[in-house]
């Protein structure tokens, strides 16, 4: 059983979450504040998206009854404190979601924390209440930015499925008071102005963040002979959504300092701070909120003494705050 469970758990990786080391003698994803459970129940996959390994492959399934007596002996053992269910489609949609769900329900018997569920494409809008009925966050992969894109590499996904099921997602999200996420595979030919205006849609459903999975060439797949996506590029997006959940940076400014090709040249703060200028000291490369306070009752000789890089800070400082800053 446990050999079973660490492939569904390996496999889960690709569903992105604010989780990041892997334990692998424990199938536990860990953060500095979780030791997340997250598996799927089962690799077998009926849909057939090209950059996925799953329906090129043979896979496991765990029923709902085998996945929740896994993850409560880990909670009570303490291995786990948290969960993230999901699957791939190796039934009809509703089939799948409706075991996701009874997963949670047992779950939820002997368990009242953390709980992420993902809602499976083609799921009713009555699984999806009940979901956000037990869960503390729900989400649904959009996959790509554009439309046309997700007819390229799957034949039997739509955007308007997934649209029709986010507003859903929104809607329950906001009436149980829970939160919602939604993931992009980027590096399959779309370009950072696509994600940006993706994103602008997305944030307007309500979402909490948008997770980026980079494209990964794997071996079996219809997409095995593509380039990897950089991981410099999957910084610069997850800077650039930051600024926009963060910091309240206008869309419509990261959008300008994009090339010809729609893309981030480097990190989009500073090619705003180049374009735009800063007019206060969040908006200046390499400060955040802490540095900001900061900045309001030191000097840079004491910020430099206190490990600030204050090369940069002086470089993109408003005008009128320079001179008070070196006092």
């Known amino acids: 059983m446990f050999r079973k469970v660490l492939k569904l758990s390996v496999l889960s990786k690709f569903d992105v979450s604010n989780v990041s080391f892997f334990d692998v003698n424990r199938a536990i994803y860990r953060s500095k504040n979780l030791k997340m459970f997250k598996c799927l129940m089962s690799s077998v996959c009926k849909f057939d998206c090209s950059y996925c390994c799953n329906p090129w492959r043979r896979g496991e399934t765990l029923k709902p009854e085998e996945f929740s007596k ?27 979601m409706e075991d996701i769900i009874k997963a949670g329900e047992l779950i939820r018997k002997e368990f009242s924390g953390y709980m ?89 459903f309500g979402v909490r963040r948008i997770y980026f999975s980079p494209f990964r060439a794997l071996k079996g797949t219809p997409f095995e002979g593509r380039k990897n996506e950089s991981k410099k590029r999957v910084v610069n997006l997850y800077k650039a959504d930051w600024l926009v959940r963060e910091y309240g940076y206008n869309l419509e400014k990261l959008k300008a300092v994009l090339n010809e090709s729609g893309m981030f040249e480097c990190d989009p703060k500073i090619l705003v701070a180049r374009k735009f200028g800063c ?49």
């Not at 880990?74 to 509703?94: C, L, N, R, T, W």
């Not at 039997?156 to 993931?183: A, L, M, P």
């Not at 909120?289 to 900061?294: D, Q, V």
Request: with cysteine; proline share 3%; aromatic share 10%.
């Open 70 to 96: 896994v993850f409560i002996n880990m909670y009570k053992k303490g291995i786990a404190d948290s969960v993230f269910i999901s699957s791939a489609i190796y039934s009809d949609p509703e089939r799948v």
């Open 116 to 204: 992420h569920l993902k809602i499976i494409p083609g799921a009713s809008r009555d699984q999806i209440k009940r979901a956000a009925e037990i869960a503390d966050r729900i989400s649904i992969n959009a996959e790509v930015p554009r439309a046309d894109m997700l007819s390229e590499v799957c034949s039997v996904k739509s955007r308007y499925d997934v649209e029709r099921r986010e507003r859903w997602i929104s809607k329950f999200s906001k009436k149980y008071g829970i939160t919602h996420t939604t993931q992009l595979v980027v590096g399959i030919g779309e370009t950072d102005l696509d994600v940006l205006n993706f994103a602008e849609k997305w944030y307007g």
């Open 279 to 327: 007019k206060n000291y969040m908006e200046i490369p390499g400060v955040g909120f802490k540095t900001a306070k900061l900045l309001d009752n030191h000097s840079l000789l004491e910020l430099k003494k206190m490990g600030v890089n204050i090369k940069k800070i002086s470089a993109f400082c408003p005008e009128q705050k320079k001179l008070s800053l070196w006092l």
